[in-house]
Nanobody, 119 residues
Framework: QVQLVESGGGLVQPGGSLRLSCAASGIIFSVYAMGWYRQAPGKQRELVAT???????NYADSVKGRFTISRDNAKNTLYLQMNSLKPEDTAVYYC?????????????WGQGTQVTVSS
């Protein structure tokens, strides 16, 4: 059974930092592309950052220079370091694992962790 379990969310003041983690089980973590997505109230889910199995990263323009995605394949864990947080970063953050093999896609989501940026 595949499980992606996010942790590390919470309430932080503007300008503060948080580090999200996503612990994966039930998959061969190292071969999956991983990503963080977020969904604010009343808005669609949006991409925050992705990292390929080879370590290449991609960021939404809104978080470039402030967020850093990383992975530890030995620990089957994905991270998102979030610095200089803004109120508009408030959302539920979701971890995603994605793999395409011979035209079949394996796509898994965590349950989400709430991040609230407020003074």
């Amino acid at each position: 059974q595949v499980q992606l379990v996010e942790s590390g969310g919470g309430l932080v003041q503007p300008g503060g930092s948080l580090r999200l983690s996503c612990a994966a089980s039930g998959i061969i973590f190292s071969v999956y592309a991983m990503g963080w997505y977020r969904q604010a109230p009343g808005k669609q889910r949006e991409l925050v950052a992705t990292i390929t199995s080879g370590g290449s990263t991609n960021y939404a323009d809104s978080v470039k220079g402030r967020f850093t995605i990383s992975r530890d394949n030995a620990k089957n864990t994905l991270y998102l370091q979030m610095n200089s947080l803004k109120p508009e970063d408030t959302a539920v953050y979701y971890c995603n694992a994605d793999l395409v093999v011979v035209s079949r896609e394996y796509d898994y989501w965590g349950q989400g962790t709430q991040v609230t940026v407020s003074s």
